[in-house]
């Protein structure tokens, strides 16, 4: 299995380990956006001229005696022109510094004898989180809904490009989840910080400059607005499932996959088991977001709130005891984090606390503390005296029946056949607007006698007239109640 130097130059990271680090920092950024303005082909002396025209006053403060102190004894010398200190020379040597640890490689064209910079690979991917770390512009890709926005246009149109819609849902998946877990791990590092914060502004510089720019507004904002996942991540994963239930569609997209040149050699059993998993994958993946958003709203929320509270704690002008106590607590913690070489009892604010401040250790009275010889103990707590939860088992048990036997014949069947029968007096028909509520118990005696209706068991046939009706400040169904098994009077005539 290859590790990292086996891909990389084992040196590769030593300018940034240096003593002069910022200075090779500033060096490599430059080289960056020279790579993304001249693209192709970079002249070294244009390099150069970048370098000179921007850090002039960066290079002022840099000494190449003085970096090359850190040199190990293994490493490669480089050479230094004769005149060490002007801007040219410096420049010359952190280029041919950087050079020689691998970032890039210097070639002259034999036909022109210009100098030319070529980055490699892993230079160019380093380069760009460098120049990201050192950027504070930064845009949020809404992957979520272009996620949604490509399946749902494959669904529409059943082209030939599912698959590859198939296999790019698949990449933003795994890139949104790892933005998910980039801001809940940003979140909780910002939390830890406020911790060690003992200065009102501090701690407001650090939410409204650093954590509501890099954090709030680059990620969170757009991922509870334009790119929600609450809002596309069930439409997306409904589609998905609709592909997954529908053969034909797995079976054009195996077709798409055959023409693959990765898929070459695959049979149609393996391409399709493939895309079953692909597409279970990404169901998965955007079921568990939804789920760890909610935790990152909350997470959000108590970092807000632990902002709030740590700012009025610490502007607090509290004149009460707790206050210069609260004031007290204060000093000493900024006593120990300014001083973190001192063990406590060194602290002079420490020192000077211990001899203003005089504690007396808390005792207690008891039978013996009356007779000589006084001893001084301390209080052992020991287990309370059992005691039986039950004075009258025999009465509290028929009690306790007889409250469970009232409270089941309340609402029985005979006592629900009872009501409606009240109700209903010498009528064989009335409607719910017949049923005087007088209280919650009429009410729930009137859904149980339509419910018990509907299920024969009592005798009553139930029809529904309407679906709403106000009555006796309920809203509810209307229904009507009908004797079963007896004729109208008019009918009997």
């Known amino acids: 299995m290859a590790t990292l130097f086996d891909r990389i130059p084992s040196d590769l990271f030593s300018p940034l ?12 950024v430059c080289l ?4 993304k303005l001249y693209k192709t082909d970079i002249k070294r002396s244009d390099y150069v001229s970048v370098l000179r025209s921007q850090g002039t006053q960066i290079m002022a403060l840099f000494s190449v005696e003085q970096d090359r102190l850190d040199d190990k004894e293994d490493e490669v010398s480089i050479d230094v022109d004769s005149d060490g200190d002007n ?18 490689i210097v070639s002259k064209n034999p036909k022109n004898g210009i100098e030319y910079i ?7 991917q380093l380069l760009k989180v460098i120049d990201e770390l050192t950027s504070d512009v930064g845009s949020y890709l809404p992957l979520v809904h272009q996620t949604y ?20 849902a698949r990449q933003n998946a795994d890139e949104i989840e790892m933005s998910v877990t980039l801001l809940r791990q940003q979140i909780c590092v910002f939390g830890n910080r406020l911790t060690s914060v003992l200065d009102p502004n501090i701690a407001l510089s650090q939410h409204f400059d650093e954590y509501r720019t890099s954090v709030s507004d680059k990620y969170y904002h757009p991922m509870k607005t334009f790119d929600s996942l609450g809002l596309y991540s069930q439409p997306t994963i409904a589609i998905l499932n609709k592909w997954l239930k529908s053969e034909r569609t797995i079976t054009l997209m195996v077709k798409e996959a055959k023409s693959e040149p ?15 998993k692909t597409i279970n994958e990404i169901i998965d993946i955007f079921s568990k977001l939804t789920s ?13 709130e632990a902002v709030q509270k740590k700012i009025n704690y610490l502007s607090a002008t509290d004149k009460t005891v707790k206050g210069k106590i609260d004031r007290i607590i204060l000093a000493l913690a900024t006593e120990i984090k300014e001083n973190p070489a001192l063990r406590y009892d060194e602290l002079p604010i420490l020192e000077r606390a211990t001899d203003t401040l005089s504690f007396d250790r808390a005792g207690f009275l008891d039978s013996r503390s009356m007779t000589m010889p006084f001893r001084r103990e301390q209080a052992e707590e020991s287990e309370p005296l059992p005691m039986d939860d039950d004075f009258f088992p025999l009465d509290q048990a028929e009690l306790m029946r007889s409250m469970l036997d009232s409270e089941l014949d309340r609402f029985s069947d005979d006592a629900v056949e009872a009501f409606i029968g009240d109700a209903m007096g010498k009528n064989d028909r009335i409607t719910t607007e017949d049923i005087t509520v007088r209280d919650a118990d009429s009410l729930v005696l009137m859904i149980l006698a339509i419910l018990k209706a509907m299920l024969n068991v009592i005798p009553y046939k139930v029809t529904k007239i309407s679906d709403r009706i106000e009555h006796d400040g309920y809203y509810m169904p209307s229904y ?7 004729k109208r009077k008019s009918e009997v005539r």
């Open 17 to 28: 380990s240096r003593k002069y680090k910022s200075i090779y920092a500033f060096a490599l």
């Open 32 to 35: 960056y956006r020279c790579l």
């Open 87 to 104: 801007l040219n020379s410096k420049i010359n040597y952190i280029v041919r510094k950087l050079s020689g640890c691998g970032w890039f």
């Open 118 to 124: 070529y980055v490699p690979s892993y230079s160019i």
């Open 149 to 168: 926005a490509e399946l749902k246009m494959e669904d529409e149109k059943e082209d030939d490009y599912m698959y590859r819609a198939l296999l790019n």
């Open 262 to 276: 990765a898929n070459r050699g695959k049979g149609e059993d393996v391409l399709a088991r493939e895309i079953i």
């Open 292 to 304: 760890a958003f909610n935790d990152i709203d909350s997470a959000n929320a108590d970092y807000t």
């Open 480 to 486: 009507s109640f009908e004797r079963k098994g007896t």
